[in-house]
């Protein structure tokens, strides 16, 4: 397919403020050749670490998008590939390149294509637009100002004007400053335009601009983007930072000082200590902690001596020691070996460790090992340099696992080697026969929850979750496993619940997961399986109702046609129990008036309930009256109920005397007892008074006497 060919650039600037979209230069230093817009891209015409990101789509050039999320991803794709026509190439998550040679009429045209989507963006799509934004900041960045009318919500116009500034103060920064003087815009969160975009700006390399304090007003920013201001300041020009921070009101400095502390303690760290101990109380633990790591990442030793012999806080020695393990792992293991006790040293050690994960240093660390004790943090940190070791020699990793278990190791180690990357099926299996049953079973569910690929198959997973010995344990792994799996699709999960024997008794709850999570996706398909599912007609209704409880969030009217629409009279009231929270919600009168038209083989308490309790919400007063309309009966009881749930904390005397007039029985004792009981907490004196008013039968009164003071 020919396509409109795009060149993309790898050159990179922070954009935290708008999804981490990133933006930079030709990236191979070279003018820009103008024949490279049209026809097939050639590979030739590229550097040799551009030509790999051309050659896996076979020479076609495309939009790039960044990979904030998957389903921002597939939603924004589609959106500009209508738009365009192009394909689009995915980059490392890390690394996004831009559409930044487009001519203007190809942007012209793919922005008017663009909208033709609708003036109305999702959550999703508005981060993927700031593409285009940046475009056109490069080719002319007043009329892309000027597209922002394009939008049908304030806010995203604000967004859009906000993207266009930020990259034409990239380009140029004095006439993007100008324009700002002028411009009038509106939809921003706070109200002000200018102070919301430089605040966002402003811990960009943007901030360096000479003079670009001057624009800012102090007291209209964050304490956040304060602190991140000075600490680019600070890394650049420490006097630039000190002037900035004389500038500030009062109530600011001692929140920015301690930043400065850091380049102080590179050449002065006692005096840097003495001046965080001067600081007031609310930022010294904050200041001691960044000139300790200062120290640490210059001396670590001397800053590991001084913080144990002073009796610094417990995270300030983990991360002096931290420093000193990843430079010197030997003087490390010393100092912990001689200066630290046993309790200490296996709680830093297994911090260390956590944070050393997936290191190639790992390996250097395995003498530390000796000085951690037996029990659950050694197994954890064998564990981690079990993963680290089985990638490159899964041999000797199981060797050292199966040395590990013989002295006592469980579950922890266990995960460090399943969570490994090359692990296989075989492997793991072995694993985890090898374990304990209790440690086993917690292994499994480990293994389920894991979302990261390693090799393991969900097919495995999902077979030894399902044999997990505790009931509870066993469906909050499996369900987390489906969950997961359903993030790309259902296919694979229908078919491992298609696996589980048709007398097992958890298959319709897995059923109830699968139909949950697909409806969020596509209700109509969910909802087209559910319906046909070979289940016993109460778990159909069941799973049938989980979709509908889910589309009803979203479009009630819709939930309320397709459950009117069943033919089965007990499918109806199982879809109707399903989506009674979100319709009351939405509208409990409305839902009352609909209930009312059913016959009684068609109701349900549960119903009732959520009105009664919806309606008490939105309208207190019709609510009560709409419940005290409703004929004894079950149905009534239950709406009293919901009434009653929805009063017990602010109105305990009210609630009380709706509790009354239940039907008799079981329910009716308990509703008391409970609301007499809040009622006596709040006002013992008004419970004896209420208890002794309401006209209670002596058996109640026997019942829930108790409770009183």
Request: hydrophobic share 40%; charged share 25%; proline share 5%.
């Amino acid at each position: 397919m020919n396509s409109i060919n795009t060149i993309v650039g790898l050159g990179l600037f922070a954009f935290g403020f708008f999804c981490g979209v990133w933006f930079g230069g030709s990236g191979d230093g070279k003018p820009f050749d103008s024949s490279r817009l049209s026809g097939e891209a050639d590979p030739g015409h590229f550097p040799r670490e551009d030509r790999a990101v051309v050659e896996p789509v076979e020479a076609k050039r495309g939009i790039v998008l960044p990979v904030v999320h998957e389903d921002l991803l597939k939603i924004t794709a589609d959106r500009l590939m209508r738009a365009t026509g192009m394909p689009f190439v995915v980059l490392d998550p890390e690394v996004f390149a831009f559409v930044h040679y487009a001519d203007r009429s190809t942007l012209e045209r793919v922005t008017d294509e663009f909208f033709k989507g609708g003036p109305s963006l999702t959550r999703m799509e508005r981060a993927g637009v700031f593409l285009l934004a940046q475009a056109w900041a490069r080719i002319d960045p007043e009329a892309g100002l000027a597209a922002r009318e394009s939008f049908a919500d304030s806010r995203d116009r604000s967004n859009w004007s906000q993207a266009v500034f930020y990259a034409w103060m990239t380009r140029d920064y004095a006439t993007a400053m100008k324009a700002l003087d002028s411009f009038e815009a509106e939809g921003s969160r706070s109200g002000n335009f200018r102070d919301e975009l430089m605040a966002a700006v402003m811990i960009s390399p943007i901030g360096l601009q000479p003079g670009f304090e001057d624009s800012i007003d102090p007291a209209m920013l964050s304490d956040h983007h304060l602190r991140g201001y000075l600490e680019l300041l600070a890394s650049r020009d420490v006097l630039r930072a000190k002037d900035f921070l004389s500038s500030l009101p009062e109530n600011k400095k001692d929140l920015a000082e301690s930043i400065l502390l850091e380049p102080l303690a590179r050449e002065d760290p006692l005096g840097a200590l003495q001046a965080a101990s001067e600081m007031p109380e609310r930022r010294r633990a904050v200041a001691t902690t960044r000139v300790y790591g200062a120290w640490a990442s210059m001396e670590p030793s001397a800053a590991a001596v001084h913080a144990f012999a002073n009796d610094a806080p417990a995270d300030v020695r983990q991360r002096v020691l931290r420093s000193w393990i990843y430079q010197d792992v030997a003087g490390a293991a010393a100092f912990l070996r001689s200066s630290v006790s046993e309790t200490e040293r296996a709680v830093l050690l297994e911090r260390a460790f956590d944070r050393v994960s997936g290191s190639s240093r790992l390996r250097e660390m395995e003498p530390l090992l000796k000085l951690m004790p037996l029990g659950a943090a050694r197994d954890k940190a064998v564990g981690t340099f079990l993963r680290s070791t089985f990638s490159m020699d899964p041999e000797a990793a199981l060797r050292r696992f199966d040395q590990e278990l013989a002295n006592g190791a469980g579950q922890n180690l266990a995960q460090g080697m399943l969570y490994a990357q090359g692990m296989t099926d075989a492997v793991a299996i072995k694993v985890l026969k090898k374990l304990a049953p209790g440690d086993r079973d917690r292994a499994a569910q480990s293994l389920a929850q894991m979302q990261m690929p390693n090799g393991v198959t969900d097919a495995l997973k999902f077979r030894v979750a399902t044999e997990i010995a505790d009931s509870n344990t066993r469906r909050w792994a499996v369900q987390s496993l489906l969950r997961n799996i359903l993030r790309q699709g259902p296919e694979q999960a229908i078919e491992l619940l298609q696996s589980l024997p048709t007398d097992h008794g958890e298959r319709a709850s897995y059923y109830n997961t699968v139909a949950q999570g697909w409806a969020d996706k596509d209700p109509d398909a969910a909802l087209a399986w559910a319906e046909q599912l070979e289940l016993d007609d109460k778990s159909r209704a069941q799973t049938v109702g989980r979709v509908l409880e889910r589309i009803a969030r979203n479009s009630p009217d819709l939930a309320l046609k397709k459950a009117r629409s069943f033919e089965d009279a007990a499918l109806r009231r199982e879809a109707l129990e399903a989506i009674a929270r979100p319709m009351s919600d939405r509208n409990p009168e409305e839902f009352a008036g609909y209930m009312a038209q059913l016959p009684n083989s068609e109701t349900s308490p549960k119903v009732y309930r959520e009105i009664a309790a919806a309606w008490l919400k939105k309208d207190p007063l019709n609510g009560s009256v709409w419940v005290d309309s409703l004929p004894q009966g079950e149905n009534r009881d239950q709406a009293v109920t919901g009434l009653v749930d929805s009063l017990r904390s602010s109105d305990p005397e009210s609630a009380f005397r709706w509790a009354a007039s239940l039907g008799a029985g079981r329910h009716r004792q308990q509703m008391l007892r409970n609301t007499l009981s809040s009622l006596s907490q709040n006002d013992p004196q008004v419970a004896l008074k209420v208890f002794e008013e309401v006209d209670l039968s002596e058996q109640d009164r026997k019942a829930i006497q108790h409770v009183l003071p």
